[in-house]
């Protein structure tokens, strides 16, 4: 409901709704939206058009009495067929719609309202929140009792069809219980969730409305009204610059402790939809029954079989002293069959099977590594394992990751999801690796350090081999795992920040990596936990230049022998100056050699809205070249003829080119935080790294370019390393270790450019 500030309101007074009636401070609460529902009834009931044969019936939140304080109203004008509703209708909507409401309305008799509802299952739903407002209450009361009656005799066969506009939602929105930035309402587990339950329940298919799921229910729609009171109007994304405000509104500590409560909350509302969706499922099936009347089991793994659809324990896994190892059995079987966990089973499984000793047992140990390898059958069946508490016996360091919030704008998932989801992509790379297992359990741990103090690659090396100690590896192969977890940005951060034709470069990774084994099992690593981060953690060019420095690393381990640098552009190393050659991904550019050329080229870039990947600048026989990996910033490509004409004077040192450049550089200038310039001594062959973290913005390495070249420093190459809104530059001064003075002075120059 939007507040209303003008005399129509229900107020009467221009107050807002939202401060008037609420019964804490800031409109939160189920006392608040009862007050509310008070309020807009009152004040409907005022400007309604008192007539025989019609009533004024809410849907939706005002319906439910649920109204949020920037919620829309939902509203039927019912009628029994009176002349004039047309008329009627107007001098109702135009009072709502000039209060500032958002209204969605509609007018029609019982029998159009439930035709309506025949053919459209959306609005059979909004039909079972029908309350009588105003008029006519036994017209109401009809529409209310006869649309709540033809729910429960068409649900079953209605509910595929909203099930499949439910998982197209799904797909949309996401699932709040794992999301950064999630919407309370339209994600998977929010409060459009809640009123599936609801419908199910109303038709009488299963008991969905729990206790836990009411309580999970009532916080989540207190956080709406928060998150609606913090804003100022209707917003449903809890986005981070309102988190602790929101927080803050709800007396919980942090934004942090938010996300959390809020995962905790979706995950009971995801778990009890996806009871209820195998309960209904099993009622328009049927049961499958033996000759004897008892339901057919199917064996499918030792001590589980699948019943109904669900796998259950085998009758001697029960009657015997359980095996310590069968939770991990039973998740596995879940995850590779792809059949759901009876709510039973898990039960019986939380309260009875023993822990797990140390170190685990070998059937454990291959049970968890089914587990993580099986693909899309993973993360259900995990989040299963989670809501009964079985992954805390396994894994006690799981109760400080799950649902941690992970800050970096990269990452779309909380922790405890990254992890699960990394080890399903490393299931696609097992067959590039001599040790699937242990890129599925490196994946699974690679981020273990992440919420302690330090950096988490370093401070989660030894908690993972612990970890893979625990569960029964040998003690080299648990130091693997640490080297896994210490190294797994490794390959991402040299591709990115370093020239990979520098033999150093080179050497230093495959002295730090060791072996092609763990180069296979690292590379693996990198990809599933860049596909588990976000589309922004990954792209082709980053996976190729990844592919190239591991293909050059292997090299070095092979023969022993570092490769030497690729071979200059042959496009450009020939013929009249100057030469520039505009490819896919790649500008090529040769010219009389002199001060400035990078920049001019990079300049130029920026101009037709290329992003620098990488730049190299060299000089051979006499010409200056530059060699540039190129994207488009906005995902259009530029005409390469007005590029090429523009590049060919630039380098010839056209002055109207040049003044274009300062022109949109000046004004592309980024805002953030302090950029940040960190040296590097011992990182090159030939040159000293400047490395820059600031803000991206367009047009900064033409301007960070041109004021090395004016402090007097020579470029050598360029790497450019994009992370969300920042950046991290790495430019190769030719030279050796500058005096304090030089390095403060470069420093200056570059700071005041960004």
Known sequence: MTSLTTPTGPTGDGTPVVNEVAGVPGGVGAAARAARADALDAWLRGIFPHREGIALVAVGGLGRRQCAPHGDLDLVLLHAGVPGTDELAASLWYPIWDAGLRLDHSVRTVAEALSVAQDDVKVALGLLDARHVAGDPVLADQLVRTAADHWRRTAVRQLPKLREITTARWEAHGELAFLLEGDVKEAAGGLRDVGLLRAIATAGVTDALRPAVHAAHR???????ALHQQVGRRVDRLVAQERDGVAKLLLLEEGDALLRRVAGDARTVSHALDDAWRAADRLRAGRHRSAAGRPLRRPVARDVVEQDGELVLARTAIGARPDPSLSLRVAAAAATTRLPIARATCEWLAAYCPPLPAPWPPAARAALITLLGAGPGLVPAWETCDRYGLIDGWLPEWTRLRSLPQHNPVHRFTLDRHLVQAAYEASR??????????????????????????????????????????????????????????????????ATRRDLSDPKTVAGVAERVGDTTTLDLLHGLVRADAAATGPAAWSGWKGRLVAELVARVRTALDTGVVPAPPAPDPAVVAGPLPVVHVGEDRVSVAAADRRGLLATVAGCLALHRLEVISADAATVDGRALVQCRVQPRYGLAPDPIALT???????????????????????????GAAPRVVWHREAATDAVLLELRAADAAGLLYRVTCALDEAGAQVRAARISTLGGDVVDAFYLVGGWPPEAERSRVEAAVLAAV
């Open 219 to 225: 916080r989540l729609l207190d956080t709406r009204d």
């Open 429 to 494: 790379h097992t067959r590039d690796v001599d040790r699937p297992d242990l890129l599925l359990l490196g994946a699974f741990l690679h981020d273990i350090g992440k919420g302690l103090p330090g950096d988490h690659s370093t401070v989660g090396a030894p908690l993972a081999e612990a970890v893979a100690a625990r569960i029964g590896l040998p003690a080299d192969e648990a130091a693997l795992i640490a080297k896994l977890v210490r190294l797994h940005l490794l390959l991402p951060d040299v």
């Open 645 to 671: 004409a523009d590049l060919r004077r630039a380098v010839t040192g056209d002055v109207s080119v040049t003044q274009r450049l300062r022109g949109r550089a000046l004004a592309a200038r980024a805002r």
